[in-house]
C-alpha cells in the first residue's frame, strides 16, 4: 500500500471523471459554458425547476444597493414545505435519517416522522410565543431534534441560530445576546468518547449573562441530573406532547432571513452571517445534486460533519432533505469505541457517499490503514472533502484507503460566507488533480488577482475574489452592514475577497493555500503555509503537520513547524534534520523550517481545524489568547514547553 500512495504522488497524475460517471452523472459535460453564456438564466432556471415556489418568482437578481444583493426578490416559499411536505405523496415512508447514537442507540426517521415532528415542535414553539422574525438559539449535539428545531424555525419564519454543541457557555452567551434570542433549544448533555458533555449546565452559565431568553427547551438525552428553573425551563418531550402533526407552512419571501451562523474567530467579536431562502436553497440543492451526483432513490449520502457548521447546515439539512435523499447522521467521535467506528457505519449502512474534511483525513491516517481495511467499503462511489485545502498526500490515502481507487474525489472550497459549495469537481465532468479544488461551479466566477486587483495568468498565485453575485451569498453580517463591507468588499471593490490566497496552474486549476494571513515572507519570498505542511506530510514519518511564520530578526519571517508522527516513529534530532531536508527538496532550500517541534497533537478548533494563531503566539513567546473554542484546549501547554525547550536547545 505504502507503495501504491507513493508511486501515484511520484506520477503527478489528473484523474479523467470514471466512465459510468461520464455516461450517468446530473452534470453533463458543457454545463460550465451553458451557464457561463447565461448565468443569471442560467441559476434562474434552478430555481424554477428544482424549488416548489407559492409565488413563483420573475426577478432574479437586484444588484441595485451592492454589496447587498437580492435574488428572486418577488418569489414566495417556505423551506421547511420544501424539504418535506412536497415529498410526502411519493416518498413518506422513504428513510430521511439513519441515525446512530454514540453509545449504540440507533434510529430510523422517514420523511413522515420528520414531518410530524417538525410539525409537533412548531405549533410548541408557538405555544412558548416564537413568531416570524424571531430569533432562536439552538444549542445541541448531533441528534435528531437538531434538524426537527431547525426546520420547525423555517417552518414558522423564526430565524434560527445554531450553536456548535461543542462550544464553551461564554461562546453561546455571545452568540445569544448578539442575535437577541429569547429562546434557547438545548439538552440534558451529549455524548462524546464516552462522555456526557454538559450542554444545559453550559447553558445555565450562558443565560446569567442574558436575562432576555424566556423560554428554555431541553431534551432528555444522555439522562444526568440537570438543574430546571421554574417559568422558564421545559422539556421537550413535555412541550411536545399532545401537539397536533400538522402546521401550516408560513409563506416566507425569498429575502427574509432564514439563519444567522456565527463564525468563530479567534479574535474580535463573532461576526452573525445572514443567510435568506430562496436562493441559498437554489444554490444549496444545485451543487449537492451535481457535486455529489446524488440519486435520491439508491444513493445513501453521509455527511460526516456537525450541523453546528455551515457544512451541516447546507449539506445535512436543507440540501439533502430538498433534494429528497436519505442521510446517515452520526452523534459521536470518529474514534470511539475504536478507529474504525465510521468504516463500520459505512459498511452498516452501505453508504454511497462520503463528504469529510481533510483534518479527518490526516487524523485516519495517523490511526493506521488497518481500521478501514477492516471493512467492507465496496458500496462508496464518491467521496468528497471540505473545509480547508487537501493535501495531494491525503488525497491520494483517501482515494487508495477508502475509495478503493475507483471512486472519484470532489475537493470543494466555500464558506460560511457563501452559503454553498462555490469551487469544486464535476464528478461526470471535470478530471481531478490531487490537491487541487478544480474550477468553479458552473454559474460561478471566480478569479485569482494581484495586490493591485489585477487578474495573475495561469501558472501565478496571487489573492481569491468572486466576482459576481452568487444565489447562496450572505447577505450582511447581522446588526452590522459596515462590517460586512469592510470585511469582505473592501479589499478589492466590487468583488467579493474571501481572505483566502490561491494560485491556477497552466490548465487553469484552481489550488487553494489557505488564508492570505498563513502566507510566510520569508527572506523576501512568499511561501504559502499549505505548501510546507504538504511536503512534511509527505515524508513516510509524518501524519499531519502545522506551520507558522514567526518573527525573525534576518529573513522578516522564520519558518516554524509543529508535526505529529505516525504510530510507533520516534522523533528525534535525525528526523529533525532529515524533515528539514526533505522540504528543502520537495520545495527549496528556502522553505527549510527553522525550528520543527513533535507533539502528539495539534491545537484545534471544534470544527477540527488547526488553530495556527496560537501556534504562532507559542512560536512568538507571546501571552495565549483564548482557548475555551478549542476541542484539546490541553495540548495548548504541552507544545508550548516544548516549543521553549526547543528554543532553548
Not at 447514537?101 to 434510529?107: A, L, N
Not at 475504536?338 to 463500520?344: A, I, P, Y
Not at 478501514?372 to 487537501?390: F, K, M, N
Request: charged residues 25%; glycine residues 8%; negative net charge.
Amino acid at each position: 500500500m505504502a507503495d501504491t500512495l507513493a508511486n501515484l504522488l511520484k506520477e503527478e497524475r489528473t484523474f479523467p471523471p470514471p466512465p459510468e460517471f461520464t455516461a450517468q452523472a446530473n452534470a453533463r459535460p458543457g454545463v460550465h459554458e451553458e451557464a457561463e453564456a447565461d448565468w443569471k438564466g442560467f441559476w434562474m432556471r434552478q430555481a424554477l425547476e428544482r424549488i416548489t415556489w407559492f409565488t413563483e418568482p420573475t426577478e432574479i437578481l437586484d444588484d441595485s444597493n451592492p454589496p447587498f444583493y437580492k435574488w428572486f426578490t418577488d418569489g414566495e416559499l417556505n423551506l421547511s414545505y420544501n424539504c418535506l411536505d412536497r415529498h410526502l405523496e411519493s416518498s413518506a415512508d422513504k428513510v430521511a435519517y439513519h441515525w446512530i447514537g454514540e453509545p449504540g442507540d440507533e434510529r430510523t426517521i422517514t420523511y413522515q416522522d420528520l414531518h410530524d415532528d417538525v410539525c409537533r415542535f412548531a405549533n410548541a414553539l408557538t405555544e412558548l410565543g416564537v413568531r416570524k422574525g424571531d430569533r432562536v438559539a439552538i444549542y445541541l449535539g448531533m441528534i435528531p431534534e437538531l434538524p426537527v428545531a431547525m426546520l420547525a424555525c423555517a417552518r414558522i419564519g423564526a430565524v434560527h441560530s445554531v450553536v456548535f454543541g461543542g462550544f464553551s457557555s461564554d461562546a453561546l452567551a455571545d452568540r445569544i445576546l448578539d442575535a437577541d434570542a429569547h429562546v434557547v433549544i438545548t439538552q440534558d448533555g451529549a455524548w462524546r468518547r464516552g462522555e456526557v458533555v454538559p450542554l444545559k449546565a453550559n447553558t445555565d452559565v450562558a443565560l446569567a449573562r442574558c436575562p432576555d431568553v424566556r423560554h428554555v427547551v431541553v431534551v432528555r438525552r444522555a439522562g444526568n441530573d440537570v438543574t430546571m428553573k421554574d417559568g422558564r425551563d421545559v422539556w421537550w418531550h413535555d412541550v411536545v406532547e399532545g401537539q397536533a402533526a400538522t402546521f401550516e407552512p408560513a409563506v416566507l419571501n425569498a429575502e427574509d432571513p432564514l439563519y444567522i451562523l456565527y463564525t468563530s474567530g479567534t479574535t474580535g467579536k463573532p461576526k452573525g452571517i445572514v443567510h435568506t431562502q430562496g436562493g441559498y436553497l437554489t444554490q444549496v440543492m444545485t451543487t449537492h445534486s451535481w457535486v455529489f451526483d446524488v440519486k435520491p432513490d439508491t444513493d445513501v449520502y453521509w455527511c460526516a460533519a456537525d450541523i453546528g457548521w455551515v457544512t451541516g447546515h447546507s449539506y445535512i439539512v436543507y440540501g439533502p432533505l430538498a433534494n429528497r435523499t436519505t442521510s446517515v447522521m452520526y452523534e459521536g467521535a470518529p474514534n470511539h469505541p475504536d478507529f474504525d467506528r465510521l468504516w463500520q457505519i459505512v459498511e452498516d449502512k452501505k453508504v454511497t457517499i462520503f463528504y469529510t474534511a481533510p483534518t479527518a483525513i490526516r487524523a485516519f491516517m495517523k490511526w493506521g490503514d488497518e481500521y478501514p481495511a477492516r471493512h467492507d467499503l465496496s458500496s462508496l462511489r464518491l467521496l468528497g472533502t471540505v473545509g480547508e485545502p487537501i493535501n495531494p498526500e491525503a488525497w491520494i490515502w483517501y482515494h487508495v484507503n477508502i475509495g478503493g481507487e475507483r471512486c472519484p474525489i470532489v475537493d470543494t472550497w466555500w464558506q460560511t460566507e457563501t452559503g454553498a459549495i462555490m469551487i469544486t469537481p464535476l464528478p461526470g465532468v471535470v478530471a481531478t488533480k490531487p490537491g487541487s479544488a478544480t474550477f468553479p461551479f458552473p454559474g460561478i466566477s471566480a478569479d485569482v488577482v494581484d495586490d493591485d486587483g489585477n487578474s495573475v495568468p495561469l501558472g501565478g498565485g496571487g489573492y481569491l475574489v468572486i466576482t459576481r453575485p452568487w444565489p447562496s451569498m450572505a447577505r450582511t453580517i447581522y446588526g452590522d452592514p459596515q462590517r460586512f463591507i469592510d470585511t469582505y468588499w473592501s479589499r478589492f471593490p466590487g468583488r467579493y475577497f474571501p481572505g483566502d490566497g490561491a494560485k491556477r496552474d497552466e490548465d487553469g486549476y484552481f489550488w487553494l493555500l489557505g488564508r492570505v494571513d498563513d502566507i510566510m515572507l520569508v527572506s523576501g519570498h512568499n511561501i504559502s503555509t499549505t505548501e510546507v505542511e504538504s511536503a512534511l506530510v509527505a515524508h513516510e514519518a509524518v501524519a499531519e503537520a502545522a506551520v507558522v511564520g514567526r518573527a525573525d530578526e534576518v529573513t522578516g519571517q522564520a519558518i516554524a513547524a509543529f508535526v505529529t508522527l505516525r504510530g510507533g516513529v520516534v522523533g528525534d534530532e535525525a528526523l529533525i534534520e532529515e524533515l528539514r531536508e526533505h522540504v528543502a527538496s520537495v520545495i527549496g532550500p528556502i522553505a527549510k523550517p527553522k525550528s520543527i517541534v513533535f507533539t502528539d497533537d495539534l491545537p484545534k478548533t471544534r470544527s477540527g481545524k488547526i488553530m495556527r494563531r496560537l501556534l504562532k503566539d507559542i512560536s512568538e513567546q507571546r501571552k495565549l489568547g483564548d482557548v475555551t473554542t478549542l476541542a484539546n484546549a490541553d495540548v495548548v501547554e504541552e507544545i508550548a514547553r516544548k516549543a521553549a525547550a526547543s528554543d532553548e536547545e
